[in-house]
């Protein structure tokens, strides 16, 4: 069985798209079947994995309010062991669509369920909020990441959100854990960034990766190609940083060890 990951922030502008992309992308290329859900209205993983939103016949809308059959809707990408089940813009609807359905928070989970003995890694890019899509993610994951911006208002909100996952693991989901805090976006020329770093290190302490994830620009032009980094420029910084991140991640759930006996047999 795979794991599920939903990355979730409420706060906009701090990576959540650009990891769920990245992150699989590494995943993939260390050799594990990846799928990205795109959970976001926006469709910025769907776009930034090549596709074009406009196109999109079967989304995680059809499959969640129509009940179309999920495996129906997951595409193959131009990156070997890395699919998407695709967003559009029908998705802003599917908050009110399932306001009055019963088992609403499950909606979701019902579709990884389908699909989680097919893949290594499920990653649920989230839509920047807390509304019903994003408490239905954190429903069916397994764990969630937190990427925050090394910026000023970098805690602003965090505690919101953290509180809203303690309700989704009292109520909804026992089995939640927090995967880990990422820090994004860090420019180690700048002051504030070491700041926020030992701000966040001080609160939150275990929770937070030792990866960082830099200010690159070849990770900020990489979606305007419909690429990740891996595919965009493997050797750059952006690139090596979301591979040690799918590295620790793979450590951290002692996956990586058995992966690699896997290959030497």
Do not use: W
């Not at 992150?23 to 990205?36: D, H």
């Not at 596709?51 to 595409?75: M, R, T």
């Not at 929770?207 to 980094?229: C, Q, W, Y």
């Amino acid at each position: 069985m795979g794991k599920v990951i939903a990355i979730a922030n409420q706060k906009g502008g701090v990576g959540k798209t650009t990891t769920a992309i990245n992150l699989g992308a590494s995943l993939a290329a260390l050799e594990y079947k990846t799928l990205i859900i795109d959970a976001d209205p926006q469709a910025n993983a769907t776009s930034g994995i090549g596709f074009d939103p406009k196109q999109i016949k079967n989304s995680i809308y059809e499959c969640i309010i129509e009940e179309a059959q999920p495996q129906n809707a997951v595409l193959e990408t131009d990156t070997p062991n890395m699919y998407l089940l695709p967003a559009h813009i029908d998705l802003v609807g599917a908050e009110i669509e399932i306001i009055n359905m019963t088992d609403r928070e499950n909606m979701m989970k019902k579709v990884t369920n389908q699909l989680v003995d097919d893949f290594d890694f499920i990653i649920i890019d989230c839509s920047p909020s807390l509304g019903l899509i994003t408490v239905n993610a954190l429903t069916a994951a397994h764990s969630v990441i937190v990427p925050v911006q090394c910026e000023y208002f970098a805690l602003e909100g965090l505690g919101k959100l953290l509180n809203t996952i303690k309700i989704v693991q009292s109520r909804l989901n026992t089995e939640l854990d927090i995967e880990g805090i990422l820090l994004t976006m860090y420019d180690s020329r700048l002051r504030l960034s070491k700041q926020v770093i030992g701000e966040v290190k001080t609160h939150f302490q275990q929770m937070v990766f030792d990866t960082l994830i830099h200010r690159n620009i070849k990770l900020s032009e990489a979606p305007s190609f419909g690429e990740s980094i891996i595919a965009h420029d493997a050797a750059s910084t952006g690139a090596q940083n979301y591979l040690n991140l799918a590295r620790e991640i793979l450590e951290k759930n002692g996956m990586l060890k058995a992966k690699e006996q896997v290959n030497e047999q």
